[in-house]
């Protein structure tokens, strides 16, 4: 039997995935020298730019539940990376803040430049624009198919 290549649907669900899929693959490969995946990235680099976060509002930030987002701090807290303290005021409440180790990685802080450059190249500073305004409109009509 000969084998066939089969056109894909136009399918933007498909299109985000497989972009989405390869661009976290060049986000893993970027930070792997730094011993860093994306999602303790992200922590840092919401640490590095607010200062001391809850863990709900961390996971707020990364896009992923509570349990799992416990569980990457942990991981990153026997790295040395960030430690975990109990709120002064409210003792419920657990902060996250970024440790000496966790600082020295500060020169990562505009790694998504990077990784927008490389998205982004070839398109004029008006399509950059509109992508993310699309991008946003999708997002926000997907949460509305969802209420």
Not at 13 to 19: A, E, I, V
Not at 42 to 49: A, E, I, T, Y
Not at 71 to 83: C, H, I, P
Not at 120 to 132: K, L, T, V, Y
């Amino acid at each position: 039997m000969a084998s066939k290549n089969p056109e894909p649907p136009r399918s933007l669900g498909r299109q985000l995935n497989f972009t989405t899929g390869r661009l976290n693959a060049l986000c893993e490969k970027t930070l792997a020298p730094y011993d860093l995946t994306l999602p303790q990235w992200v922590v840092l680099s919401g640490l590095w730019r607010e200062g001391p976060l809850t863990v709900s509002t961390l996971s707020a930030l990364i896009g992923t539940g509570l349990p799992a987002t416990s569980r990457l701090v942990d991981r990153m807290a026997e790295r040395e990376l960030v430690t975990r303290k109990r709120d002064a005021e409210d003792a419920r409440i657990t902060v996250v803040e970024v440790t000496e180790a966790g600082h020295a990685l500060n020169h990562l802080a505009t790694f998504y430049e990077q990784i927008n450059a490389v998205l982004m190249d070839g398109f004029s500073e008006a399509e950059r624009d509109q992508i993310f305004d699309l991008l946003k409109r999708m997002e926000r009509n997907v949460v509305s198919a969802l209420a």
